[in-house]
């Protein structure tokens, strides 16, 4: 990266630290009144879209809003090889069927999320039981069976796959104990890509990650990820971009951003030629006061500041939300607030309405250099 690059970002970070306290952001009007988020996003050059699942299909409303805010979906779980393969020998495509033609119906592309979830415990339960009595060569053999079929199956309608996810434990910066790496080693990663790119050679290529900008265990997880991606290029496996999940507020505190820090990890990844996505955009407001007017007005400007940073990086192309109505995220079981209220951490709320962040997301498309 130029030194120009360097003293340019450096004074966006700095600008963003001056308007952190005071940033200002649209009040709420109806959808109807706005363009669309896909349409702000697109004449800029980005995808805008969210996640779909099983409970939110059966929801007519929230089907309405994906059509009128998306140009991209990726399936929540049903693409994930414990829906897929739950049983060995058997898969079921299904599920991830509905969500793919629900996509092609409404004219929208199609993520693929994920071919090698590397953390033990979303994994088949009968893969974990079977890995301690396979050999390297028969790991290999399963997992490139495995990816060509799904690949094969779902074929050029997915444009990108997260081929491998959260594969870096945030506590050790290093790659996770799993049964495929005790079976292969940093090798099941190579194996992973390498089958990707055979199968889905039209797919962009993503590692995925939940690597956050808050102080705490992200400085060693940040510092692992970007150990991988180095690696990744050094051996020549064949990776395209930064899935950056960007939950924001979920394994930190929302007022602990580490906005220096984040900039040279992103500055680092880009440096190395990847291009970038946020795959599962949310913010937790489970630290914020209780009020809704004071936790949405502090949720929309913590996201107009990440946006703003991660948009004036033009390798940023695509921006997906993990749900778009409040009341299917889920950060309700997974990271309840204290008090027992609902979180608010989504563009709508339980009414189908849209709230600041909403309009906070807009605000940073409209703002942002085109690609």
Not at 45 to 67: E, K, T
Not at 181 to 200: H, K, N, P, W
Not at 211 to 232: D, I, K, N, P
């Amino acid at each position: 990266m130029t030194a120009d690059r360097h003293t340019s970002r450096r004074e966006f970070v700095r600008g963003l630290l001056a308007a952190a306290i005071s940033t200002s952001v649209p009040l709420r009007l109806p959808a109807a009144e706005q363009p669309a988020l896909e349409a702000v996003a697109a004449d800029k050059g980005i995808l805008f879209g969210s996640c779909l699942g099983a409970v939110r299909m059966a929801d007519p409303h929230y089907l309405d809003i994906l059509r009128r805010e998306c140009s991209v979906l990726v399936p929540e779980n049903e693409f994930k090889s414990y829906v897929i393969a739950a049983e060995p020998g058997r898969y079921n495509f299904a599920p991830g069927e509905r969500i793919a033609g629900f996509a092609k119906s409404s004219g929208m592309k199609l993520r693929g999320h994920t071919l090698l979830w590397n953390r033990p415990e979303f994994m088949p339960q009968w893969l974990r039981d079977s890995f301690g009595a396979l050999s390297a060569r028969s790991g290999e053999a399963y997992l490139r069976k495995y990816i060509r079929h799904v690949c094969r199956h779902f074929g050029a309608q997915v444009h990108s796959w997260d081929v491998v996810n959260e594969t870096i434990d945030p506590q050790t910066g290093q790659v996770r104990d799993t049964p495929f790496t005790r079976v292969l080693g940093f090798d099941v990663l190579r194996i992973a890509y390498e089958a990707a790119r055979e199968y889905a050679p039209h797919a962009q290529l993503v590692y995925n990650d939940y690597m956050s900008w808050e102080a705490g265990q992200a400085e060693t997880h940040r510092a692992g990820v970007l150990r991988l991606l180095e690696r990744f290029r050094r051996n020549r496996i064949p990776v395209d971009a930064l899935g950056i999940q960007s939950h924001l507020g979920n394994d930190g505190n929302i007022h602990a951003a580490q906005r220096r820090e984040w900039t040279a990890f992103v500055d680092e990844a880009v440096g190395m030629g990847y291009r970038l996505l946020i795959t599962e955009f949310d913010v937790s407001d489970r630290d914020l006061p209780a009020d809704i007017d004071a936790r949405d007005a502090e949720v929309a400007a913590v996201a107009r500041e990440y946006l703003d940073l991660m948009l004036s990086y033009r390798e940023l192309d695509q921006v997906l939300c993990w749900g778009m109505v409040d009341k299917y995220s889920w950060l309700q079981q997974f990271r309840p607030r204290a008090d027992n209220k609902p979180q608010r951490p989504n563009p709508y709320d339980d009414a189908y309405e849209p709230k600041r962040l909403r309009e906070a997301i807009a605000a940073a498309f409209a703002s942002a250099p085109r690609r």
